[in-house]
Structures are given as structure tokens and as C-alpha cells.
Nanobody, 119 residues
Framework: QVQLVESGGGWVQPGGSLRLSCAASGGTFRTYAMGWFRRAPGKEREFVASIGWSTGSTYYSTPVKDRFTIFAVNANNTVYLQMNRVKPEDTAVYYC????????????WGQGIQVTVSS
């Protein structure tokens, strides 16, 4: 059974950095893609970023492009989200996802991890 376990969340000041990790287990992921979504208080869940395991192609939403970087370490089935120059509006629960391709709907979700940006 596929499991996605997020770590690395917490509190960070505006302008700071934070790195989220997501370890995948329970399957073979070389032909899949992984990504991150988030849900801010009072808002709908939204796409943040995704990466294809085999292609390495990456995709970002407009609000995070040029500030966040998604990358994967195939050897340990882990995907990371490096968050730089964070803003208060980045405050949300972040969810790791696994899907067939980088821009297809997720098939699996992690449990979510809180990121709070405030001074």
C-alpha cells in the first residue's frame, strides 16, 4: 500500500526559508510523478508544484514560481519542496501527492503538514 509521509513543516518568518520532505513507500515510482498541494485557511486546496520521476520536468503555480523549488532524490523515493522568500500567504497545510503524470490529478495523498509564515 502506497504511503506518503511529509516532514519539515513548522513556523518561519516572512522572507525566510523552509524545506518540506515527502517519503514515498509501498510501490515502484519510477514512472510516476509527485507533487505538492496546499490548503490555506478558508480557501480551496490548490496546486503548488509537481515533478516527473523519469523526466525530471517540473511545474509550478504562479504564486510560488521563482520562490519554491521541487526536486526529487530517486534513490530514496523522496521529493522535496524548497520554499524560499516565504510570505504570510504561503501559510497553509501542505500535502504531498503521487500521480500518474506531473499534471494529472493525484492518486494518493499524504496526511498534510502545517506551514505557518508570520513574524
Amino acid at each position: 500500500q502506497v504511503q506518503l509521509v511529509e516532514s519539515g513543516g513548522g513556523w518561519v518568518q516572512p522572507g525566510g526559508s523552509l524545506r518540506l520532505s515527502c517519503a514515498a513507500s509501498g510501490g515502484t515510482f519510477r514512472t510516476y510523478a509527485m507533487g505538492w498541494f496546499r490548503r490555506a485557511p478558508g480557501k480551496e486546496r490548490e496546486f503548488v508544484a509537481s515533478i516527473g520521476w523519469s523526466t525530471g520536468s517540473t511545474y509550478y503555480s504562479t504564486p510560488v514560481k521563482d520562490r519554491f523549488t521541487i526536486f526529487a532524490v530517486n534513490a530514496n523515493n523522496t521529493v522535496y519542496l524548497q520554499m524560499n522568500r516565504v510570505k504570510p500567504e504561503d501559510t497553509a497545510v501542505y500535502y504531498c501527492t503521487l500521480q500518474q503524470a506531473a499534471l494529472t490529478p493525484p492518486d494518493h495523498w499524504g496526511q498534510g503538514i502545517q506551514v505557518t509564515v508570520s513574524s
